[in-house]
């Protein structure tokens, strides 16, 4: 299958500062691309939609203004927790899916977000 | 609303065969799919059905009935490394998949 990698894969930071995640589509290009958020113990949740050259499409419950996505280019999308706190301490995850490939979804290993 | 079922544990004994059910109740459907998780990782693709019937791969299958909204993962000659998280998701009509919340295969030697 199709290689999506994420960077980095475990960050640590201080409450109040920014995190920058980047997803990348190694060997196709990845029209849409999508950002869940995975707490202990629960299922994968659904934070946003983003196609590539427009804005994202986000999730009831999710803050946009705090979950900065860009998806400038059909590889490579990022995320951004803005001001983050201790409760944004998750695993994100991206997954990559290429035109019209409905059927195939590929995950990107997931990042480890630690907020202390 | 769009919901997706499925247990929420199960236990079973290296070397048997388990089956894990999942209904989904979805506005359109385009197909559905099995991953698994384990623990600290990301879902890896497992299967992918759309049409009724069973596929099989290698000792995992897949069966899906459109009718009845049912779809099971059925898992042969079980080894420990097959201890983790199987998601069953739906594609609906918006090409959007719906989640199930996961069963946790523990297996036992």
């Known amino acids: 299958g199709a290689v999506v990698s994420q960077h980095p894969s475990r960050v640590i930071c201080k409450s109040g500062t920014s995190v920058k995640i980047e997803c990348r589509s190694l060997?196709?290009?990845?029209?849409?691309m999508f950002w869940y958020r995975q707490f202990p113990k629960q299922s994968l949740m659904l934070m946003a939609t983003?196609?590539?050259?427009?804005?994202?499409?986000?999730e009831q419950g999710v803050e946009k203004d705090k979950f900065l996505i860009n998806h400038a280019s059909l590889t490579l999308s990022t995320l951004t927790v803005t001001s983050a706190h201790p409760e944004d301490s998750s695993f994100y995850i991206c997954?990559?899916?290429?035109?019209?490939?409905?059927?195939?979804?590929?995950f990107g290993p997931g990042t480890r977000l630690t907020v202390l | 609303g769009q919901n997706i079922d499925q247990p929420t544990e199960m236990t079973a004994t290296e070397g048997a065969i388990v089956q894990i059910n999942c209904t989904y109740q979805?506005?359109?459907?385009?197909?559905l799919f099995w991953y698994q998780q384990h623990a600290g990782e990301a879902p890896t693709f497992l299967s992918y059905?759309?049409l009724d019937g069973l596929e099989e791969k290698g000792r995992f299958s897949s069966f899906l009935s459109r009718s009845k909204g049912y779809s099971y993962l059925l898992l042969k000659e079980l080894q420990m490394k097959d201890s983790a998280s199987y998601l069953c998701?739906?594609?609906?009509?918006?090409?959007?998949?719906?989640w199930g919340a996961g069963t946790k295969l523990i297996i036992k030697p």
């Open positions: 997954s990559a899916r290429a035109a019209r490939a409905y059927n195939e979804q590929f």
């Open positions: 060997d196709f290009q990845a029209t849409t």
């Open positions: 983003s196609n590539e050259g427009s804005k994202a499409t986000y």
């Open positions: 979805t506005s359109g459907f385009n197909g």
């Open positions: 059905n759309v």
């Open positions: 998701a739906a594609l609906d009509s918006n090409y959007q998949l719906i």
